[in-house]
Structures are given as C-alpha cells and as structure tokens.
C-alpha cells in the first residue's frame, strides 16, 4: 500500500525507542502556529517543547544546549512531560530555528517518539490537554488503524493534485500547520515551498481521502525529514477540530469529536 503510484505535483497556491513504564497524567497545552506545544524538560533544562508524533528523536535547542554548557550533539539525558519520566534519551542537539519561526516565545526543543512510544498519548485540541497514559472516555469516535514505520505511527492516506494520485503510510504530525505535508522522495513541485517551513501550508492538493473520508482543497506543502516508507504526514489542519487518541501498543488511532 505504500508503492508509489505516482509523481504527485504540488502547485503553488497564493491566495520505538525504549520508555519507561513509569506513571504519567496531563498536562496543559498550547495551540500555536500549527504546533502542539507544552511545558516539559529535558535535564534541568525546562521551556516549551513542541509536541510532534511525527518526530523519531527528541531535539534540545541548541541555544538552549549551549546556555547549559552543552558542547556534544547527541548525549543520554532523562525527559519529562506530562507526569512521565523516562530516565535516558538519546537526546540530539540541533539549530530548530526553522521549527521555531512564527512563535511567540522561543521553543527549548522537540517531544518526539523515542519519549512518547510505549504509551497512550492523547491531544485534546479544544482544551489542550496532553495526557500520558490516562483513561480514554468518548462517546463517539473512530479507530483506525496504525503501522508503525521507521519509528513513526502511521495510517494509510491516499492524496491527489487531480490528474495524479500517491497512496501510501502517513505520520501522524501534531507539528505541522499543513493538512498534508508529502515526502520530497514522492512529489515535485512548480512554487517556492520551503520543505523546512511547517508554521505555512501555501500550496493545495486537490483531495485527500482517510477511511472513505474525502476532503478537497487541502492545504499542504513539502517534507524533507521522512524516513524511508513514509509517504507524507497528517498536520493539525486536519486533526485541530477533533480529540486524539494513539494507543500505547501504537495499533490505533481514536478520533473523537
């Protein structure tokens, strides 16, 4: 389901890692620029973290490495986040001043899925909430079902720009303002979008189809930080009217009003 189907054109548009079992609970949230954002720390070094299930490895500023005296990329450091700690990460240290344009205050990193695997992780996007390990209650819903792939959950998606269609695995990406953001392994494109920019989604993709869900006129854009096996990735224009909810085994995904 994931073979490439086609060479998807973008047109421009201008108007698991290991985890410890150790309580968790919710913590407040943030909506901003397309992102999940939440207090958490890595070390002693706490801020606001972006939240992103599409991210493998967890990220530490390195503005923020470097004012703790860090001076090495990668190094084993424990992380909380919402009432989950987990003793030692692989944490690496990067230049996210592409994932922090367009926020208010300055983001200290990335919560990726080396932290959040193992576990149930559920977004509340009315009343940003993030919660760790916490019972899931809805009245209405929709499971579907995830693969995991590379490390990234995934479900299948299908998208088409009209003439062209590319069915295949797509991350589950709580940092991302695009409904769609598509491997640049798998689309090409004729306008200036940035693969880094994921605060703009300035292209549009004629249809992308979920369950047998349709929705047309999708904003999207490019990623340029896939790993091999995944076609693209979800954003929170598609997930920010609803209730998430990935299972800790990573075999579902629940969808709630």
Do not use: Y
């Given at each position: 389901?994931?073979?490439?189907?086609?060479?998807?054109?973008?047109?421009?548009?201008?108007?698991?890692?290991?985890?410890?079992?150790?309580?968790?609970?919710?913590?407040?949230?943030?909506?901003?620029?397309?992102?999940?954002?939440?207090?958490?720390?890595?070390?002693?070094?706490?801020?606001?973290?972006?939240?992103?299930?599409?991210?493998?490895?967890?990220?530490?500023?390195?503005?923020?490495?470097?004012?703790?005296?860090?001076?090495?990329?990668?190094?084993?450091?424990?992380?909380?986040?919402?009432g989950l700690k987990v003793p030692a990460v692989?944490?690496?240290?990067?230049?996210?001043?592409?994932?922090?344009?367009?926020?208010?205050?300055?983001?200290?990193?990335?919560?990726?899925?080396?932290?959040?695997?193992?576990?149930?992780?559920?977004?509340?996007?009315?009343?940003?909430?993030?919660?760790?390990?916490?019972?899931?209650?809805?009245?209405?819903?929709?499971?579907?079902?995830?693969?995991?792939?590379?490390?990234?959950?995934?479900?299948?998606?299908?998208?088409?720009?009209?003439?062209?269609?590319?069915?295949?695995?797509?991350?589950?990406?709580?940092?991302?303002?695009?409904?769609?953001?598509?491997?640049?392994?798998?689309?090409?494109?004729?306008?200036?979008?940035?693969?880094?920019?994921?605060?703009?989604?300035?292209?549009?993709?004629?249809?992308?189809?979920?369950?047998?869900?349709?929705?047309?006129?999708?904003?999207?854009?490019?990623?340029?930080?896939?790993?091999?096996?995944?076609?693209?990735?979800?954003?929170?224009?598609?997930w920010a009217r609803h209730r998430l909810r990935?299972?800790?085994?990573?075999?579902?995904?629940?969808?709630?009003?």
């Open positions: 389901m994931r073979a490439r189907l086609a060479v998807l054109v973008l047109c421009f548009a201008a108007p698991f890692g290991v985890t410890s079992r150790a309580w968790a609970g919710q913590t407040h949230c943030w909506f901003e620029n397309g992102a999940v954002v939440a207090p958490a720390a890595i070390a002693d070094m706490a801020g606001d973290f972006v939240i992103d299930l599409s991210a493998p490895r967890t990220l530490l500023h390195n503005t923020k490495a470097q004012m703790a005296g860090i001076t090495t990329e990668v190094l084993a450091l424990p992380v909380e986040v919402a692989s944490v690496t240290v990067a230049d996210l001043d592409d994932r922090g344009a367009g926020f208010v205050a300055p983001i200290a990193g990335v919560i990726g899925m080396d932290v959040l695997a193992g576990h149930s992780v559920e977004i509340d996007f009315a009343a940003c909430r993030l919660l760790i390990d916490e019972p899931w209650r809805a009245r209405r819903q929709v499971v579907l079902p995830v693969e995991v792939v590379e490390g990234l959950p995934t479900i299948t998606a299908a998208v088409s720009d009209g003439p062209r269609a590319l069915q295949g695995a797509f991350a589950i990406d709580t940092a991302s303002r695009a409904m769609a953001r598509l491997s640049v392994r798998d689309a090409t494109t004729t306008g200036p979008l940035a693969p880094s920019a994921r605060h703009k989604a300035p292209a549009r993709l004629r249809a992308l189809s979920i369950a047998g869900v349709l929705a047309e006129n999708v904003p999207a854009t490019l990623a340029d930080d896939l790993p091999e096996g995944v076609t693209g990735t979800l954003g929170t224009g598609l990935l299972a800790a085994d990573a075999r579902t995904l629940a969808i709630a009003p």
